[in-house]
């Protein structure tokens, strides 16, 4: 019976392995993941085989709750609100793991002093994770301010860390856990993951949610040491490498450390208080005039942002797009690593809309195509497009790779009205000489263009 066990986990790390391959290109990812799916349902099933298991009623109820809420969500959650339907997945991940090391540390009865250490750094991580993935779905939803600061922050988040590490280092030497050493460790960490989001901006989401994507993973991993399940053990390493690979190329592609995403507290506004704003004046463009300049050009760069996520215009924008193309115009998708507000938020939109995969570039592939652009219209995109991110040393996101939309000969933002973005930074793009502001709601908007083009 163990060699089964043991067989059937090693057929599910194959097809958990495989099925994140074939993540990693759009053309193969709806196939990974199936195969990723297929071996989590191998895991799980052979669980059921493990020697002693017991309660299977209760295992039972909760898959069927887990996977019955999993199924709702997953068919009435719309795309605009996905990034937070994964920041709670996240969560949750890790809040099982913690889960487990609260009862294995509770239970006392680990084979070695290593699975007592790794139960105890499985269950800080997985709290970590579980209640600052919950912080980050309150501001992805509106629920709470997209930071939160107040005075000596920093170091008050640093003395609950330090009590922290200090309670789990009791436990990491205890012979049997106190049950008021567990309880008090455990607050402590989910205390911690609050403080330590809630002054993140929003501007950091995307970075935020893969990291503790790869926090998850690891306490996950732990945990399958702990209880000696290979699944689990290979699963969270898995997950938490790819995470933590995401997490660098995100950090990267702002170019900022992750020490400075955690603890700068960027997006949060302060920084652009008493910045100067731009030189020049907003110059508005109807929607008539704007399908005429895309009509008559040789090449349309298309630039998409949370706007067009939150108008859902994913959909006329393509339809749009195609009228272009009947028309001889050469068009193009420009995705910036962090557009949106997850990993991957615009390919993903795109792809649900039917844009074929070879129309969509990202920012090394196109950057050098903007200046041969003739329009680069630009859907509720802000920081990724923010030309000071090349110009201005005193700008908080100074150095962070941008699309070069300004060099397009011609630029039009579709934006709802004229406030600052999701980080509180002004776009210096929308004041250029070159630019001009077609306002309104991104799918209104896109159908009033698609009107104009079909009456050319």
Not at 41 to 55: D, E, I, S
Not at 401 to 428: H, Q, W
């Amino acid at each position: 019976m163990n060699s089964l066990i043991q067989l059937s986990y090693f057929l599910a790390a194959v097809l958990f392995i495989l099925g994140l391959k074939r993540m990693s290109s759009p053309v193969t990812a709806r196939g990974g993941i199936v195969w990723a799916g297929a071996g989590m349902v191998v895991a799980t099933l052979v669980t059921f085989m493990w020697p002693g298991m017991h309660n299977y009623g209760l295992m039972i109820l909760a898959i069927a709750i887990g996977g019955g809420l999993a199924w709702y969500t997953g068919k009435k959650v719309a795309m605009t609100d996905m990034p937070q339907m994964i920041a709670i997945y996240n969560g949750m991940g890790g809040g099982a793991a913690a889960a487990i090391a609260a009862v294995e540390l509770m239970r006392g009865d680990f084979q070695s002093s290593t699975f007592q250490v790794l139960a105890v750094l499985g269950g800080l991580i997985g709290s970590v994770a579980f209640s600052g993935s919950m912080v980050a779905f309150a501001k992805l939803q509106g629920l709470m301010k997209r930071s939160f600061l107040f005075p000596q922050q920093q170091l008050i988040n640093l003395a609950v860390f330090g009590a922290t590490l200090v309670f789990g280092l009791l436990l990491m030497g205890a012979d049997q856990p106190a049950g008021f050493n567990i309880l008090l460790f455990f607050s402590l960490a989910l205390a911690f993951g609050v403080l330590m989001t809630l002054p993140i901006g929003g501007a950091d989401m995307p970075v935020v949610i893969s990291l503790y994507n790869a926090l998850t993973g690891l306490a996950v991993a732990f945990e399958g040491f702990v209880l000696g399940n290979a699944a689990m053990i290979i699963a969270g390493t898995v997950v938490g490498s790819a995470g933590t690979l995401l997490t660098q190329l995100m950090a990267k592609a702002m170019n900022r450390s992750l020490a400075n995403v955690l603890f700068s507290g960027f997006g949060s506004g302060v920084e652009a208080v008493g910045e100067a704003g731009p030189e020049g004046t907003m110059k508005e463009i109807d929607a008539a005039d704007a399908a005429v300049m895309m009509a008559y050009a040789n090449k349309v760069i298309i630039v998409p942002g949370y706007g067009m996520a939150v108008a859902q215009a994913q959909h006329k924008i393509w339809d749009f797009a195609r009228l272009l193309e009947e028309r001889g115009v050469t068009v193009k998708f420009a995705i910036h690593p962090v557009a949106g507000r997850m990993p991957g938020h615009m390919n993903v939109l795109l792809a649900e809309a039917g844009v074929p995969y070879d129309k969509i570039f990202d920012l090394e592939e196109i950057n050098s195509e903007f200046p041969q652009a003739d329009v680069a219209l630009v859907i509720g995109a802000n920081d990724v497009v923010n030309p000071v991110a090349r110009t201005n040393p005193d700008s908080p996101i100074y150095g962070m790779p941008i699309l070069d939309v300004d060099k397009a000969r011609n630029v039009i933002c579709v934006k709802r009205g004229r406030g600052k973005g999701f980080s509180g930074i002004e776009n210096a793009l929308f004041f250029l000489d070159n630019t001009r502001m077609l306002y309104g709601d991104g799918q209104e908007v896109a159908s009033k263009l698609i009107a104009e083009a079909k009456q050319l």
